[in-house]
């Protein structure tokens, strides 16, 4: 008799986790995107134990989202249900979330006899037609930290800062210039918006270009870091090796050392305006699955007590009409408060957020010199209006049912002939047991890749969202393969992409191969001492997740606080601007990916190694062979078999490495080291969620993907 097999409690776990759950009345779940372990979150925590000692029969369930997966990850789960009872977002997208029904009115969450109590700006704020969306927590804005010893009296303007005296070596303003949000309270100054009044790019103006050759000034003056980033702005002020640094409530809680500071609100720049940063109001939503207990929760959040906690432990400045006594006793939240005071409340319209990455890569092509501010921001008014262009019409999809019809019915077939032929029987009984055993890995692997690979090739024929959602057919890979009507090798089109993506996975899977080779055959030599350490610290870059990896080298990369530019001019070279030209990004990219991959084909090398026998070596040398000739015409030709699926692996990873090419070049310059994953995650996260048009983009290169691995069997005979 044989064994049944095992009931798997991995396969239970995840038919428990699939399974409807059975929560009780009274259970809450609420969203947020506080970091791990900040104030913020600790605050939240304080807040709820506050709200479950009043109301004990009601459990509240709390789920951290990371921010850049947000927006997305409520869309997709509230629509099906599985969303949470209320979440805490930022105020500029509720527009979106409204028209895609992901909210509800707040109604008795906020009877109107409490609103009188908010700040009425942050009412507004979240009010869309007349009718309140949410409940106003707390707002956040820039301001200006300040070095207390550097700096002991508060500047009249900017300039007085940029100015000051200094010692040598200090920067007068650490700020992230490349940044649109960085870059808005510039903006004002001259007069200008992001957003036009009318849904025009606003950074393409006359004030846009002021304010954007006014920051490549300050730039070229050496008054503010080249290539600056938050952590690289956090670094330099902790340090003391800046005077001030521009930042929101969230920047002190990364600030380290002993640095004596104090924060005010952003001084006018002489002679043009008054600063005036983007305000962000964060407010309770509740959603539309949404019961009593998610109201009363939602009401609680943004009480007085709720206010208190959250300026005592969290250290933002609350919503409310009147300061909570903290606000008052705290200088930090009181400078705070009077910068969101004289703050433009971001917009809410869906437009808002198109605006960002054009205007990234806008500045960032300024501040390098790449291009004339007036170019680049007309370039940067082209990709909004590209990005914001209308859906594809809606297609017929009789012709297209009626294709997969024929294709099903085409398959069906097939199986059904193969499956009559007596051989194929005869080997179907008998593996019976066999496919008894894999069923719960074959279930596994139907649920998590092949339904999902599914489901994204059908989203490609769709576009829009929630109500708006429509069938499109072939209309997203049509204007994917026609360059969207522009220059078939235009910055950003499909093929510039490719050649880019193949010219990556060509370069870095040469290097992975002949570095892995030269490693793996000298840590097998037997004469080598010590073959124990280098194994372990050669394999230290594969041991060591990539995004950190990343971030290490995009810092020493750094044209005026990397190492690899302090070694060039030690030996007498220029700095590099390595992120300013296409070659040298691409070779910063290159050398991170190199570093991360080439201890996987050293491992394999040396595991092919062992495994060649030592008499045929030993033949071919009593034969005459040298060494040279013992490795090319022996050693070679026998680890080749296990090399080749190595190396299709490592070009099926190098293809789709999107940590490298996004942490440390970002695509730089503009966009022209992205590769093809990376493109697909902007149409999919940073250019208005376009889930459709991303999918497109994911099903050519699982095409490309595919195709290139049967391509490479049919050529090297190998099984990959």
């Known amino acids: 008799m044989r064994p049944s097999p095992p009931l798997s409690l991995p396969l239970l776990a995840a038919l428990a986790l699939l399974s409807p759950s059975l929560a009780r009345a009274g259970d809450l779940t609420l969203w947020h995107a506080y970091r791990e372990g900040g104030a913020e979150q600790e605050a939240l925590r304080a807040i709820l134990a506050r709200f479950q000692e009043r109301h004990p029969e009601t459990r509240v369930t709390t789920l951290a989202v990371p921010f850049e997966g947000y927006a997305s990850k409520?869309?997709?789960?509230?629509?099906?249900?599985?969303?949470?009872?209320?979440?805490?977002?930022?105020?500029?997208?509720?527009?979106?979330?409204?028209?895609?029904?992901?909210?509800?009115?707040?109604?008795?969450?906020?009877?109107?006899?409490?609103?009188?109590?908010?700040?009425?700006?942050?009412?507004?704020?979240?009010?869309?037609?007349?009718?309140?969306?949410?409940?106003?927590?707390?707002?956040?804005?820039?301001?200006?930290?300040?070095?207390?010893?550097?700096?002991?009296?508060?500047?009249?303007?900017?300039?007085?800062?940029?100015?000051?005296?200094?010692?040598?070596?200090?920067?007068?303003?650490?700020?992230?210039?490349?940044?649109?949000?960085?870059?808005?309270?510039?903006?004002?100054?001259?007069?200008?918006?992001?957003?036009?009044?009318?849904?025009?790019?606003?950074?393409?103006?006359?004030?846009?270009?002021?304010?954007?050759?006014?920051?490549?000034?300050l730039a070229r003056r050496g008054k503010i870091p080249e290539e600056a980033s938050g952590s690289l702005v956090n670094e330099l002020f902790s340090s003391g090796k800046a005077a001030g640094a521009i930042g929101g409530p969230w920047t002190a809680g990364d600030l380290k050392g002993s640095v004596r500071y104090r924060v005010i609100p952003l001084p006018p720049l002489r002679g043009v305006g008054p600063m005036k940063p983007l305000l962000t109001v964060e407010a309770a939503f509740l959603t539309p699955q949404a019961g009593e207990e998610a109201r009363e929760l939602a009401r609680f959040l943004g009480s007085e007590d709720a206010a208190q906690i959250r300026a005592q432990v969290g250290r933002t400045v609350s919503a409310r009409a009147r300061p909570s006594e903290a606000e008052r006793s705290d200088p930090f939240l009181l400078a705070f408060a009077r910068a969101a005071d004289g703050a433009i409340p971001m917009p809410t319209s869906p437009l808002m957020r198109l605006t960002f990455e054009p205007a990234d890569r806008a500045l960032r092509k300024v501040l390098r010199g790449d291009a004339p501010a007036d170019v680049a921001l007309r370039e940067a008014a082209h990709r909004f209006d590209d990005v914001r262009r209308p859906p594809p019409a809606p297609a017929a999809s009789g012709p297209y049912l009626l294709l997969l019809g024929l294709l099903t019915l085409l398959g069906a077939g097939y199986l059904v002939r193969e499956g009559r032929q007596a051989a194929a029987q005869g080997e179907l009984r008998r593996s019976l047991p066999a496919y008894a055993y894999i069923a719960q890995a074959l279930l596994a692997v139907t649920v998590l890749v092949i339904g999902p690979l599914i489901v994204g090739a059908g989203t490609s024929f769709f576009a829009g969202r929630g109500d708006t959602l429509r069938f499109v057919g072939l209309a997203h890979y049509a204007e994917i393969l026609t360059a969207r009507g522009g220059p078939l090798l235009a910055s950003g089109s499909f093929y510039l992409v490719l050649l880019v993506t193949l010219l990556w996975t060509l370069a870095n899977v040469s290097l992975h191969l002949l570095l892995g080779l030269f490693f793996g055959l000298l840590l097998s030599h037997p004469t080598l001492r010590f073959k124990a350490l280098y194994r372990v610290l050669l394999i230290v870059p594969w041991a060591v997740p990539s995004y950190v990896t990343a971030l290490a080298w995009k810092g020493m990369f750094h044209r005026q606080f990397g190492a690899i530019n302090a070694i060039l001019m030690a030996?007498?070279?220029?700095?590099?601007?390595?992120?300013?030209?296409?070659?040298?990004?691409?070779?910063?990219?290159?050398?991170?990916?190199?570093?991360?991959?080439?201890?996987?084909?050293?491992?394999?090398?040396?595991?092919?190694?062992?495994?060649?026998?030592?008499?045929?070596?030993?033949?071919?040398?009593?034969?005459?062979?040298?060494?040279?000739?013992?490795?090319?015409?022996?050693?070679?030709?026998?680890?080749?078999?296990?090399?080749?699926?190595?190396?299709?692996?490592?070009?099926?990873?190098?293809?789709?490495?999107?940590?490298?090419?996004?942490?440390?070049?970002?695509?730089?310059?503009?966009?022209?080291?992205?590769?093809?994953?990376?493109?697909?995650?902007?149409?999919?996260?940073?250019?208005?969620?376009?889930?459709?048009?991303?999918?497109?983009?994911?099903?050519?290169?699982?095409?490309?993907?595919?195709?290139?691995?049967?391509?490479?069997?049919?050529?090297t005979g190998a099984r990959v």
Not at 165 to 190: E, K, Q, R
């Open 571 to 715: 030996l007498g070279a220029e700095p590099v601007a390595w992120f300013s030209r296409f070659a040298t990004a691409f070779s910063a990219n290159l050398a991170t990916n190199v570093w991360l991959g080439f201890p996987f084909m050293m491992v394999v090398t040396l595991g092919a190694i062992t495994a060649v026998p030592q008499d045929v070596l030993e033949a071919a040398e009593v034969d005459g062979a040298t060494r040279w000739q013992r490795l090319r015409l022996v050693t070679l030709p026998l680890i080749k078999p296990v090399l080749l699926p190595a190396v299709a692996l490592g070009a099926v990873w190098t293809f789709n490495m999107f940590n490298v090419v996004f942490l440390v070049s970002g695509g730089d310059p503009d966009g022209t080291t992205d590769i093809l994953v990376s493109e697909a995650y902007r149409w999919a996260f940073t250019r208005d969620a376009q889930v459709g048009y991303a999918a497109a983009y994911a099903v050519l290169i699982f095409l490309l993907l595919f195709g290139g691995t049967r391509a490479l069997n049919r050529l």
């Open 74 to 217: 409520l869309g997709a789960a509230i629509p099906a249900g599985n969303g949470p009872s209320l979440f805490i977002d930022a105020h500029e997208r509720v527009a979106d979330y409204q028209r895609r029904g992901l909210v509800a009115p707040a109604g008795g969450a906020l009877p109107p006899e409490e609103r009188p109590g908010f700040a009425p700006a942050s009412l507004d704020a979240v009010s869309l037609g007349g009718q309140l969306y949410g409940i106003p927590l707390s707002r956040k804005c820039l301001a200006l930290y300040l070095n207390s010893e550097l700096i002991p009296q508060d500047p009249p303007d900017l300039e007085a800062l940029l100015d000051a005296p200094l010692g040598p070596g200090v920067l007068p303003l650490a700020h992230v210039a490349g940044a649109a949000y960085m870059h808005a309270p510039f903006l004002s100054a001259f007069g200008g918006a992001m957003l036009g009044p009318d849904g025009s790019y606003g950074l393409d103006s006359e004030a846009g270009r002021r304010s954007t050759e006014y920051v490549a000034g």
